[in-house]
Each structure stands twice: as structure tokens, then as C-alpha cells.
T-cell receptor, first 109, second 114 residues
Framework: GQNIDQPTEMTATEGAIVQINCTYQ??????LFWYQQHAGEAPTFLSY??LDGLEEKGRFSSFLSRSKGYSYLLLKELQMKDSTSYLC??????????WGAGTKLIIKP | ETGVTQTPRHLVMGMTNKKSLKCEQH?????MYWYKQSAKKPLELMFV???????ENNSVPSRFSPECPNSSHLFLHLHTLQPEDSALYLC?????????????FGQGTRLTVV
């Protein structure tokens, strides 16, 4: 079966760095997405990786290793507004998005 | 604002009621999706429409009935729902599935079945 695993919850300190991991097992691979979702709101796109390596976008970076079925989202200079959920999703060989259950990030002052 | 609008934002309905959820996008996308999101569970894809034709129906119960009259509008008709159907229902749109295609989500409808 297809599976996306990410931690349920993480805690970090304001101003620090946090890495949210995502591992996947899917039938085929056509890219990996990270979305941010505030409670009861729409998921919003953060990043897309289809080739191995690091994609940097401001305070957020996303890394992919296809051979390991692994990605991470790196958040730097954490701000209180970053306290929300982060969703990992993989596009399979049928171009369908397979979603993880999300990681709730709690940031403390 | 993501360009995808869903109404209503909140809905409470009895098990014998009939209601409809509406989704509208003006992003020029030709694929639209309905997702169900329950607490602490992955997003569940319910229906996919591409070029106004249904291309995916992931074994969704018949009490959920989608309708896509044109590429900008998508409905989800609800009837005789069960309490376990209470969830956040999200609509999304994208360019035709295939290759890199970022999905844009609506704000969702919080549905409570009583």
C-alpha cells in the first residue's frame, strides 16, 4: 500500500530552527509537496521537490532524497505565526496526491 | 485568499436533510477535487473532475454525490449522512493532473451531522 509518515507533533523555540521529516512509500513518484495548514483553514502551498537536493525559499527549505524515500522541511528563525500544521504529500505514478496526516508544530517563546 | 471559494463555511445538518456544498474557482484550472479531512487523519481524496469529467471516485458512499457543471464550479450534494461524516470538506483545483501541478485549496466547509 501507499504510505506517508510524518511526526504527529513537534515543539520548538521561537528564533530557532526545526526540521520536519517525511518518509514515503508510494507506487511511483512524480514529486513531493509541502503545505502549511492553519486549523480549519485551507492548506497553502510551501514547496515542491522532484529532484534530489535542497530547495530554499526564504526561511523555509525543503530537501528530497528519492533513493531513501525521504524529505524534510526546514524552518529557520522560527516565528510564533509558524505554529500550525505542516502536510507532506507525494504525487504517485497516477498523478494522485497521497497525503500524510500532518505535523502540528508548537512554538514556545 | 487562494482563488478557490467554498460555501458555506460551516454547516450543521440532520441525518435526514439534503444539502449541497459549493466550490468556485477562477484560476483557469481544469481539474477540481473534493477532499475529506477528519481530525488527525490524512486528507482523503473523494472525487476528481478533469475537464468536467469525473476521473476518480475512491469508493465514496452514494450519500455523497458530486456535480461539475463547468470547469469553474463544483458541487457536493449530501443526503442521509451519518455522524461519522462530520469533517472538514475541502475543495481544490489545479491544472490537469500530470506533471508538476500545484493544488489550490478553498477554505473548506466544516460539516457537522447531528
Amino acid at each position: 500500500g501507499q504510505n506517508i509518515d510524518q511526526p504527529t507533533e513537534m515543539t520548538a523555540t521561537e528564533g530557532a530552527i526545526v526540521q520536519i521529516n517525511c518518509t514515503y512509500q508510494t507506487s511511483g513518484f512524480n514529486g513531493l509537496f509541502w503545505y502549511q495548514q492553519h486549523a480549519g483553514e485551507a492548506p497553502t502551498f510551501l514547496s515542491y521537490n522532484v529532484l534530489d537536493g535542497l530547495e530554499e525559499k526564504g526561511r523555509f527549505s525543503s530537501f528530497l532524497s528519492r533513493s531513501k524515500g525521504y524529505s524534510y522541511l526546514l524552518l529557520k528563525e522560527l516565528q510564533m505565526k509558524d505554529s500550525t500544521s505542516y502536510l507532506c504529500a507525494v504525487m504517485d505514478s497516477n498523478y494522485q496526491l497521497i497525503w500524510g496526516a500532518g505535523t502540528k508544530l508548537i512554538i514556545k517563546p | 485568499e487562494t482563488g478557490v471559494t467554498q460555501t458555506p463555511r460551516h454547516l450543521v445538518m440532520g441525518m435526514t436533510n439534503k444539502k449541497s456544498l459549493k466550490c468556485e474557482q477562477h484560476l483557469g484550472h481544469n481539474a477540481m477535487y473534493w477532499y475529506k479531512q477528519s481530525a488527525k487523519k490524512p486528507l482523503e481524496l473523494m472525487f476528481v473532475y478533469s475537464l468536467e469529467e469525473r476521473v476518480e471516485n475512491n469508493s465514496v458512499p452514494s450519500r455523497f454525490s458530486p456535480e461539475c457543471p463547468n470547469s469553474s464550479h463544483l458541487f457536493l450534494h449530501l443526503h442521509t449522512l451519518q455522524p461519522e461524516d462530520s469533517a472538514l470538506y475541502l475543495c481544490a483545483s489545479s491544472h490537469t493532473p500530470g506533471g508538476y501541478t500545484e493544488a489550490f485549496f478553498g477554505q473548506g466547509t466544516r460539516l457537522t451531522v447531528v
